[in-house]
């Protein structure tokens, strides 16, 4: 797994659907809905969603075969004329959920020829996604990759592109609160790696005790799930999808 991938333990993914109520009226993709994409605000809503997930479509077009140059012109032609179509009807057959939405949706531009070389236009000059994030981040295990489908690739972005957002907006909460170091070493004591610390060594460093520690932890980990829930509940169209989308980022991350 790419180092960028390892964003979180699976453990701490988990939880019951109780642990923590989300307020899905104001979730992103359930404004691009109700108002089909007509609204300056389903439009500001769905440009932000695609700032957010462009990052498994450009992986899923460069494993189709597209060089460097051209998946990045393609993922930007696609935004961009996501963005001009306004027709999100067909978002109905995909249960409501951007994640397939947006699969669906590509692979439907890329095999319409026409549209293909119009796409490639429109996506010169545009700047819906940092092309300088996709050259710096582009670090895909190559190996593994050679042994995913441009389908699996694009789960496995997707999934993880969820995952770093919720632990971005964690971060820029403890910042908030100037605890950014205490934050550093909670997402190590989160992660299942070797040598992260233990509970007395963050006790000592933060001069705690070791209780102390368990029980900000704790909260810590209860927060994660909680943000986890909500960046997911922007992508969903109700709430009784935010269970089965979570066992499905689930059951991505691990496989």
């Known amino acids: 797994m790419p180092p960028n991938d390892q964003v979180t333990s699976l453990s701490a993914i988990g939880g019951s ?3 923590g109520a989300v307020a899905f009226t104001t979730t992103h993709w359930s404004v691009v809905l109700e108002a089909q994409g007509e609204s300056p605000e389903a439009h500001e809503a769905l440009e932000k969603l695609c700032r957010t997930y462009w990052r498994p479509i450009y992986s899923f077009v460069r494993r189709q075969g597209a060089a460097t140059q051209d998946a990045e012109d393609l993922t930007q032609g696609f935004f961009a004329l996501l963005l001009e179509r306004k027709d999100l009807n067909t978002v109905r057959k995909e249960k409501g959920r951007l994640r397939s939405y947006l699969l ?3 692979k439907h531009f890329l095999a319409d020829e026409s549209r293909h070389a ?4 429109r996506g010169k000059g545009q700047r819906l996604i940092p092309l300088d994030e996709i050259r710096e981040r582009e670090r895909i295990d190559v190996e593994r ?3 995913l489908t441009a389908d699996q690739i694009y789960e496995r972005r997707w999934a993880f592109t969820v995952l770093e957002q919720v632990m971005a907006r964690l971060r820029d909460e403890y910042r908030s609160a100037g605890n950014l170091r205490f934050f550093d070493q909670m997402k190590k004591m989160l992660m299942d790696e070797p ?8 006790a000592s460093e933060f001069d705690m005790t070791e209780n102390a520690v368990k029980q900000a932890f704790y909260r810590f980990r209860q ?3 909680t943000l986890l829930r909500e960046e997911i509940a922007h ?4 709430p009784s999808d935010i269970e089965d989308e979570l066992r499905h980022l689930i059951a991505v991350v691990q496989a």
């Open 235 to 238: 992508t969903v169209a109700t």
């Open 17 to 19: 659907a109780q642990n």
């Open 195 to 202: 040598g992260r610390p233990s509970q007395a060594q963050v």
């Open 145 to 147: 990759s050679d042994r």
């Open 118 to 121: 119009m796409a490639v236009k």
């Open 223 to 225: 927060r994660y799930q």
């Open 104 to 106: 669906t949706s590509v």
